[in-house]
């Protein structure tokens, strides 16, 4: 309804601009001569100023305000004797108007009927916008210019940054996996383009976080920890491969880290709630997770620790959370043994399927023997052993056996150092009664050289790294023994190994 008054009112007003100038109150068309007078005034009070300020001497100045007086004098005599165009020029002015006012409208109106759609309703522009969108044709015209603009300049880093996400948004993965690789490679890793190459090979997978994504995702939590997007695919690589504890860190932490209104919240507390079914945990409502509340770890810890192990404090090995400890007493005893089983079962079954530490199967172990089941308790120690795969372990794994009674027998008898971890054997020990101090001393050396190098060029357990540490620091060898301390933290990998190390080197008075 307001179409028509819009209209008339922008026709008067253009009527209006074209008309004022011709009716305006003026007795005379401005003439060539009358303007060439002005002008020559103009330049006679020129003359003055810079006789003023020095620039001219009076002499010229005299000479020059004479020429320019003779023009002037001429200029406004022409001008007296062409009266005449006064009255002309109102006439033409007036009828130039005239003719304005009615030709334009009478364009306007002719030209509307013609090409316009006078019965046409308004169509507001969000209505517009869906009638009429970006045809998919013309999308793909586009998309086909910059790639043919990309193939003669492929080192234009500003248009493989631009083709990335478009190629991503339309679902072109494949594409989009290069141009975000290209744009790495033309303008540096970043946070951005490194979780959008994540992005497009997860999608590119249906969905499946591979472990060539790892490699990306960890380069991009480290070039900026906070971005939210890589640390989701993360909680997803986690979830997929079967690692709920760390999968629910993860989205917890997202979580608590984000504020209430981004739009993947409601994604991140579905996966949160999935996996935490999968764990025998309640449901919980996410919307009592704020922003306020401090994440449990921080994003991209998880990263930090052994991914085929659950974090836990250090020296202990992880048991009911709270909620479940409240609920079993008000449980009868056939809940409570119920929840206890379905607990056994969820810890023998990440461990059978992921692997863990050692403290994790002589638990499970232990659990087991106390519930009667001796043969699922032997099988644990020969899973534990064939997962762990170290001597040591499978000694202590011999051991606790044999304390249960589960037939396991006890290692071969060895001397025992700090920390109750392997020494020399017994035939070493006999040989070394009969060496000189020389010849005894040799041989710890020898046997401490090939133990640091064996950990240096392979690695091992902690107990193995704590007994280098302890022996080199017998033997005076306080830098070494500072070296071997970062070393074995940084072969573990874990915020566990890392406590207990510095730990010992604290205890030990080396100053880490």
């Given at each position: 309804?307001?179409l ?11 009527l ?19 303007f ?14 810079e ?19 003779r023009k002037?004098l001429?200029?406004?005599e022409?001008a007296?004797?062409?009266?005449a ?5 109102r ?5 130039m ?25 308004d ?6 916008a ?5 045809p ?22 500003q248009?493989w940054?631009?083709?990335a996400?478009?190629y991503?948004?339309?679902?072109m993965?494949?594409k ?12 540096g890793p ?12 997860v ?14 995702l ?13 640390h989701?695919?993360?909680g997803?690589y ?6 709920y ?8 932490t ?13 994604t991140?507390?579905?996966r949160?709630?999935?996996v935490r079914?999968k764990?025998?945990?309640s449901?919980i ?10 994440p449990?770890?921080?994003l ?5 620790a ?8 250090a020296?202990r090995m ?8 409240r609920?079993?007493r ?6 409570r043994?119920?929840m ?27 659990v087991l ?19 762990l ?15 249960l009674g ?6 071969p008898a ?7 971890m392997p ?15 020389r ?14 190098n ?29 070296k071997?301390?970062?070393a ?5 990998g ?10 010992l ?8």
């Amino acid at each position: 309804m307001l179409l028509w008054p819009m209209i008339v009112l922008l026709l008067l007003l253009t009527l209006a601009a074209l008309v004022y100038p011709l009716f305006k109150g003026r007795d005379t068309l401005a003439t060539r001569e009358a303007f060439d007078a002005n002008v020559y005034k103009d330049q006679l009070r020129a003359i003055d100023r810079e006789l003023d300020e020095g620039q001219i001497d009076r002499e010229d100045a005299e000479a020059a305000r004479i020429e320019i007086s003779r023009k002037l004098l001429a200029a406004a005599e022409k001008a007296e004797h062409s009266p005449a165009m006064k009255a002309q020029g109102r006439q033409m002015s007036r009828a130039m108007a005239m003719a304005l006012v009615v030709a334009v409208p009478l364009f306007a109106v002719a030209l509307y009927l013609q090409v316009g759609s006078p019965a046409l309703p308004d169509l507001p522009l969000e209505a517009r916008a869906r009638v009429a969108p970006v045809p998919e044709n013309k999308i793909a015209e586009l998309i086909r210019r910059a790639e043919q603009r990309l193939a003669s300049k492929p080192d234009d880093a500003q248009g493989w940054e631009i083709m990335a996400p478009i190629y991503l948004r339309h679902q072109m993965y494949g594409k989009a996996e290069n141009a975000f690789r290209q744009s790495i490679r033309l303008s540096g890793p970043n946070a951005e383009r490194l979780s959008g190459l994540a992005d497009a090979i997860v999608l590119g997978n249906n969905g499946i976080v591979t472990d060539d994504v790892l490699p990306i995702l960890k380069k991009a939590i480290k070039a900026d920890p906070d971005h939210p997007k890589p640390h989701f695919w993360m909680g997803l690589y986690f979830e997929q491969h079967g690692k709920y504890d760390l999968a629910e860190q993860t989205y917890t932490t997202l979580l608590k880290t984000s504020g209430e209104d981004v739009v993947w919240r409601p994604t991140v507390a579905e996966r949160l709630n999935v996996v935490r079914k999968k764990q025998g945990l309640s449901p919980i409502r996410v919307a009592g997770i704020k922003r306020v509340q401090e994440p449990d770890i921080k994003l991209g810890d998880a990263l930090k620790a052994d991914t085929g192990k659950k974090v836990a404090s250090a020296g202990r090995m992880p048991g009911p959370t709270a909620e479940q400890m409240r609920a079993a007493r008000n449980m009868s005893a056939g809940d409570r043994q119920a929840m206890i089983n379905s607990m056994v079962a969820r810890l023998s079954n990440r461990l059978y399927k992921q692997g863990g530490d050692l403290k994790s199967w002589m638990r499970l172990v232990n659990v087991l023997n106390v519930q009667g089941k001796k043969d699922e308790a032997r099988k644990a120690v020969e899973a534990g052993k064939k997962n762990l795969g170290t001597r040591e372990a499978a000694a202590q794994l011999d051991g606790l056996a044999a304390r249960l009674g589960l037939g396991g027998s006890v290692p071969p008898a060895r001397s025992r150092v700090a920390g109750g971890m392997p020494g020399p054997t017994a035939a070493q020990m006999r040989a070394a009664r009969n060496m000189s101090a020389r010849d005894r001393q040799a041989m710890i050396n020898s046997m401490v050289a090939r133990l640091s190098n064996r950990l240096y060029k392979q690695g091992g357990d902690l107990k193995s790294w704590m007994r280098l540490v302890n022996v080199l620091n017998v033997q005076g060898k306080k830098d070494e023994a500072r070296k071997a301390v970062e070393a074995g933290k940084k072969n573990l990998g874990t915020r566990e190994a890392a406590a207990q190390l510095d730990g010992l080197a604290a205890r030990l008075g080396l100053g880490s």
